[in-house]
Protein backbone atom coordinates (compact mmCIF):
# COMPACT_ATOMS: atom_id res chain seq x y z
CA UNK A 1 0.00 0.00 0.00
CA UNK A 2 1.94 2.80 -1.26
CA UNK A 3 0.64 6.43 -2.00
CA UNK A 4 2.46 6.43 -4.88
CA UNK A 5 1.01 4.98 -8.05
CA UNK A 6 4.22 3.89 -9.84
CA UNK A 7 5.28 1.74 -6.54
CA UNK A 8 2.07 0.08 -6.38
CA UNK A 9 2.58 -1.11 -9.97
CA UNK A 10 5.78 -2.24 -9.62
CA UNK A 11 4.70 -3.97 -6.42
CA UNK A 12 1.73 -5.45 -8.27
CA UNK A 13 4.14 -6.69 -11.16
CA UNK A 14 6.68 -8.55 -8.79
CA UNK A 15 4.07 -10.35 -6.56
CA UNK A 16 0.87 -10.84 -8.91
CA UNK A 17 1.84 -14.72 -10.55
CA UNK A 18 2.05 -15.79 -6.35
CA UNK A 19 -0.51 -13.59 -4.96
CA UNK A 20 -3.81 -11.85 -5.66
CA UNK A 21 -3.24 -8.76 -5.07
CA UNK A 22 -5.47 -5.52 -3.76
CA UNK A 23 -4.13 -1.84 -4.01
CA UNK A 24 -4.73 1.09 -1.42
CA UNK A 25 -3.44 4.43 -1.91
CA UNK A 26 -3.08 5.10 1.50
CA UNK A 27 -1.88 4.03 5.09
CA UNK A 28 -5.72 4.49 6.06
CA UNK A 29 -7.30 3.21 3.29
CA UNK A 30 -5.02 -0.12 3.96
CA UNK A 31 -5.80 -0.51 7.35
CA UNK A 32 -9.71 0.09 6.78
CA UNK A 33 -9.49 -2.60 3.85
CA UNK A 34 -7.68 -5.42 6.15
CA UNK A 35 -10.44 -4.58 9.72
CA UNK A 36 -13.15 -4.30 6.92
CA UNK A 37 -12.21 -7.42 4.72
CA UNK A 38 -10.10 -9.22 6.88
CA UNK A 39 -9.13 -11.88 4.14
CA UNK A 40 -5.88 -11.02 3.27
CA UNK A 41 -2.88 -13.30 3.95
CA UNK A 42 -0.07 -10.08 3.37
CA UNK A 43 0.11 -6.63 3.47
CA UNK A 44 3.33 -4.37 1.88
CA UNK A 45 2.98 -1.13 3.91
CA UNK A 46 4.76 1.96 3.12
CA UNK A 47 6.95 3.49 6.29
CA UNK A 48 8.04 6.57 4.66
CA UNK A 49 6.31 9.62 6.47
CA UNK A 50 4.10 11.33 3.44
CA UNK A 51 1.13 13.63 3.67
CA UNK A 52 -2.20 12.60 2.46
CA UNK A 53 -4.36 15.57 1.43
CA UNK A 54 -5.65 16.24 4.74
CA UNK A 55 -2.60 16.98 6.65
CA UNK A 56 -0.26 14.53 8.06
CA UNK A 57 -0.77 10.20 7.74
CA UNK A 58 -0.85 8.11 10.19
CA UNK A 59 2.61 7.15 10.54
CA UNK A 60 4.09 3.72 8.98
CA UNK A 61 4.01 2.03 12.06
CA UNK A 62 0.87 3.00 13.88
CA UNK A 63 -0.69 1.35 10.68
CA UNK A 64 1.60 -1.69 11.16
CA UNK A 65 -0.04 -1.92 14.76
CA UNK A 66 -3.65 -1.09 13.53
CA UNK A 67 -3.26 -4.07 11.03
CA UNK A 68 -1.99 -6.43 13.39
CA UNK A 69 -4.80 -5.63 15.99
CA UNK A 70 -7.29 -5.83 13.06
CA UNK A 71 -5.63 -9.21 11.74
CA UNK A 72 -2.96 -11.02 14.46
CA UNK A 73 -2.36 -13.20 11.95
CA UNK A 74 -1.36 -10.70 8.76
CA UNK A 75 1.92 -11.26 7.44
CA UNK A 76 3.30 -7.50 6.94
CA UNK A 77 5.91 -6.37 5.30
CA UNK A 78 7.28 -3.29 5.86
CA UNK A 79 8.60 -1.16 2.31
CA UNK A 80 10.77 1.42 3.72
CA UNK A 81 12.92 4.29 1.94
CA UNK A 82 16.40 3.07 2.86
CA UNK A 83 18.30 -0.12 4.05
CA UNK A 84 18.81 0.92 7.65
CA UNK A 85 18.98 -0.75 10.66
CA UNK A 86 16.60 1.49 12.58
CA UNK A 87 13.81 1.45 10.08
CA UNK A 88 13.94 -2.10 9.88
CA UNK A 89 13.95 -2.51 13.80
CA UNK A 90 10.76 0.27 14.09
CA UNK A 91 8.90 -2.07 11.26
CA UNK A 92 9.93 -5.29 12.88
CA UNK A 93 8.79 -3.66 16.88
CA UNK A 94 5.58 -2.55 15.39
CA UNK A 95 4.55 -6.11 14.43
CA UNK A 96 5.44 -6.57 10.98
CA UNK A 97 7.35 -9.80 9.64
CA UNK A 98 9.85 -8.52 7.44
CA UNK A 99 11.37 -5.11 6.22
CA UNK A 100 12.73 -4.53 2.67
CA UNK A 101 13.87 -1.14 1.13
CA UNK A 102 13.08 0.44 -2.03
CA UNK A 103 16.58 -0.05 -2.97
CA UNK A 104 16.19 -3.78 -3.07
CA UNK A 105 15.76 -6.03 -6.03
CA UNK A 106 12.20 -7.75 -7.84
CA UNK A 107 13.43 -11.23 -5.58
CA UNK A 108 14.26 -9.88 -2.03
CA UNK A 109 10.58 -8.18 -2.14
CA UNK A 110 8.94 -11.69 -3.22
CA UNK A 111 11.47 -13.42 -0.67
CA UNK A 112 9.96 -10.98 2.10
CA UNK A 113 6.20 -11.52 1.15
CA UNK A 114 6.59 -15.17 0.67
CA UNK A 115 8.43 -15.17 4.63
CA UNK A 116 5.39 -13.43 5.92
CA UNK A 117 2.85 -15.36 4.27
CA UNK A 118 4.48 -18.06 6.20
CA UNK A 119 4.60 -16.32 9.52
CA UNK A 120 8.60 -15.87 9.32
CA UNK A 121 10.92 -13.10 9.82
CA UNK A 122 12.88 -11.14 6.91
CA UNK A 123 14.99 -8.38 6.67
CA UNK A 124 16.19 -7.29 3.50
CA UNK A 125 19.97 -8.30 3.31
CA UNK A 126 21.37 -4.63 2.93
CA UNK A 127 19.98 -3.79 6.13
CA UNK A 128 23.39 -3.25 7.96
CA UNK A 129 23.66 -6.19 10.83
CA UNK A 130 22.35 -4.69 14.58
CA UNK A 131 24.44 -2.68 16.39
CA UNK A 132 26.07 -0.87 12.98
CA UNK A 133 27.01 2.71 13.34
CA UNK A 134 27.15 3.86 10.45
CA UNK A 135 23.98 6.05 10.33
CA UNK A 136 25.24 9.71 11.71
CA UNK A 137 28.73 10.92 11.86
CA UNK A 138 30.72 11.00 15.20
CA UNK A 139 30.06 14.68 15.88
CA UNK A 140 26.58 13.70 15.27
CA UNK A 141 26.94 10.89 17.61
CA UNK A 142 28.78 12.99 20.22
CA UNK A 143 26.02 15.52 19.96
CA UNK A 144 23.41 13.47 20.11
CA UNK A 145 24.74 11.79 23.40
CA UNK A 146 24.88 14.76 25.10
CA UNK A 147 21.51 15.88 24.37
CA UNK A 148 20.25 12.39 25.75
CA UNK A 149 22.33 13.21 28.81
CA UNK A 150 19.70 15.91 29.17
CA UNK A 151 22.60 18.53 28.05
CA UNK A 152 21.09 21.80 26.18
CA UNK A 153 22.20 23.26 22.97
CA UNK A 154 24.68 25.83 24.57
CA UNK A 155 26.25 23.24 26.95
CA UNK A 156 26.46 20.90 24.03
CA UNK A 157 28.53 24.08 21.73
CA UNK A 158 30.13 24.66 24.85
CA UNK A 159 31.71 21.10 25.54
CA UNK A 160 32.90 20.51 21.98
CA UNK A 161 34.31 23.83 21.00
CA UNK A 162 31.20 24.55 18.57
CA UNK A 163 29.01 27.71 17.80
CA UNK A 164 25.61 27.09 18.57
CA UNK A 165 24.82 27.49 15.15
CA UNK A 166 27.02 24.36 14.04
CA UNK A 167 25.07 22.50 16.62
CA UNK A 168 22.19 23.24 15.68
CA UNK A 169 23.16 22.14 11.86
CA UNK A 170 23.82 18.81 13.46
CA UNK A 171 21.11 18.42 15.03
CA UNK A 172 18.45 19.34 12.05
CA UNK A 173 21.32 16.98 9.93
CA UNK A 174 20.32 14.24 12.32
CA UNK A 175 16.76 14.43 12.47
CA UNK A 176 17.10 14.16 8.57
CA UNK A 177 19.20 11.50 8.98
CA UNK A 178 17.40 9.16 11.68
CA UNK A 179 14.18 10.49 10.05
CA UNK A 180 12.85 12.01 13.57
CA UNK A 181 10.09 14.18 14.53
CA UNK A 182 12.01 15.82 16.92
CA UNK A 183 15.29 15.43 19.52
CA UNK A 184 13.57 13.05 21.69
CA UNK A 185 12.80 10.61 18.91
CA UNK A 186 16.31 11.46 17.33
CA UNK A 187 17.83 10.51 21.02
CA UNK A 188 15.11 7.72 21.69
CA UNK A 189 16.05 6.08 18.02
CA UNK A 190 19.54 6.48 19.03
CA UNK A 191 19.19 4.33 22.09
CA UNK A 192 17.43 1.84 20.47
CA UNK A 193 19.93 1.72 17.88
CA UNK A 194 22.93 1.54 20.05
CA UNK A 195 24.27 4.90 18.61
CA UNK A 196 24.37 6.20 22.05
CA UNK A 197 24.66 4.94 25.49
Same mark, same amino acid.
Given at each position: ???????? =??????????? !??????????? /???? +?????????? =??????????? #?? @???????????????? =?????????????????????? #???????????? !?? +??? #?????????? /???????????????????????????????? /??? +????????????? @????????? #??????? /?????? !??? @??
Amino acid at each position: MDAHPLVR =LGVRNVLSKDF !EVQEASGREEA /VDLV +RDIGDFDIAI =LDMGWRPNGNG #AS @ISGAEAIRAMHRAAPV =LGIVAHGDRPERYLANAALGAG #AAAYVSRTAGPE !EL +RKA #AVAAAAQERF /VDGLVPPKGSRGVITTRQRQILQLLADGESTT /VAA +RQLGLSEETVKTH @IKSTLSRLE #AKNRSHA /VAIGLR !ESL @IV
